[in-house]
């Protein structure tokens, strides 16, 4: 399918959002939802309803019928609660991400500490979005990883950027030259070539040729991979 995206609960009275890109001429998300609680999960099929590039395809109440919904339904995303009877969301992702892996899993969770944040990087999930977060980030939330990017609201995103700097280097971050530590660190952001070009006053195509020694030199050819190398490195305590 030929798609383009790019975060959460909340009110109804915001639910009107404008999209982040202009859907008119694209496919629809496929949008599976997983949360043992019947009250949030109408609530997000009620908020998701309203954004004309996205439609809820399923329900699951728990991580065993997550990849049951996923293998039958292959959502594209699938919003992935954590904490639920059965098989736990970080379970059910790894699982998904493994036999599933077009179907890109999105954590909503309440949980914000660095140890659930290294678990969820480390289970495959591509983003994570707080369910106290606007309801824009969710909408951006999806349409990103839905893309093939990853998505970590900006409190994530903070935290990979101090300690990518103020990190000494490991073997693998010392392969790295200062420029693509920077690039690095905006892809951790989950920033576009262009909007890295931009931020770093480069080309695009400069951009893409660091991506590609970064790639190369630190064996890890996804963005993806990067986003949870970048997070995996100790650069956060746990």
Known sequence: MNK???????????ANLTPVVDARNLDPIRVLLVDDHPIVRRGLRSFLAKQKHLVVVGEAENGKEAITKANTLAPDVVLMD???????GLA???VLAREQPQSKVLIV???????????????????YVSKEADPGDLIRAIESVAA????????????????????TGTLET???????????????????????????NL??????????????KLNIHSVAGLTR??????????
Do not use: C, W
């Open 203 to 216: 080309g695009v195509r400069t951009v893409e040729t660091h991506r590609e020694r970064i790639m190369r």
């Open 109 to 127: 969770t309440m949980h914000k500490d660095s140890q659930y944040l290294m678990r969820i990087i480390r289970s495959g999930a591509r983003g």
């Open 229 to 238: 190398h970048a997070l995996s490195l100790g650069l956060i305590s746990t």
């Open 174 to 200: 010392k392969k790295l030259s200062p420029r693509e530590r920077e690039v690095l660190m905006a892809i951790a952001e989950g920033l576009t070539n262009k909007e890295i070009a931009a931020r770093l």
């Open 148 to 167: 093939g990017r990853s998505f970590y609201g900006s409190d994530v995103s903070g935290i990979i950027v101090n300690n990518l700097k103020a990190d």
């Open 82 to 88: 954590l904490e639920m009877p059965k098989m736990d």
């Open 4 to 14: 383009s995206k790019q975060g959460a609960t909340g009110d109804s009275s915001r």
């Open 92 to 94: 059910a992702t790894a």
